[in-house]
Nanobody, 115 residues
Framework: QVQLVESGGGLVQAGGSLRLSCAAS?????MEWHRQAPGQQRELVAQ???????NYADSVKGRFTISRDNAKNTVYLQMNSLKPEDTAVYYC????????????WGQGTRVTVSS
């Protein structure tokens, strides 16, 4: 079992920056950030595999950067040039191969971007 604890959310003005952190209780393979805005489906924002390869949603390319510190079992999401449409609850997701692939989710951290 892997537990994920997110932090770093908050209220920021448009154009500002925030950095989200997600600390895992153990090692993981791929780690991802998803977000869910009110009334919307949860969507993938960014992902990073164990080798550091990254992938981003088109809506955040060039503004968000995902990174990880394997020694700390922590993944980060640096969010720059924030827009009101980035307002959402951000969730960390981890995948771990334990005989079969298992998925773990954090509790979410709220990001609000004011115009």
């Amino acid at each position: 079992q892997v537990q994920l604890v997110e932090s770093g959310g908050g209220l920021v003005q448009a154009g500002g920056s925030l950095r989200l952190s997600c600390a895992a209780s153990g090692s993981t393979s791929s780690m991802e950030w998803h977000r869910q805005a009110p009334g919307q489906q949860r969507e993938l924002v960014a992902q990073i595999d164990s080798g550091g390869r990254t992938n981003y949603a088109d809506s955040v390319k060039g503004r968000f950067t995902i990174s990880r510190d394997n020694a700390k079992n922590t993944v980060y999401l640096q969010m720059n040039s924030l827009k009101p449409e980035d307002t959402a609850v951000y969730y960390c997701k981890a995948l771990k191969l334990v005989v079969q692939w298992r998925t773990y989710w954090g509790q979410g951290t709220r990001v609000t971007v004011s115009s």
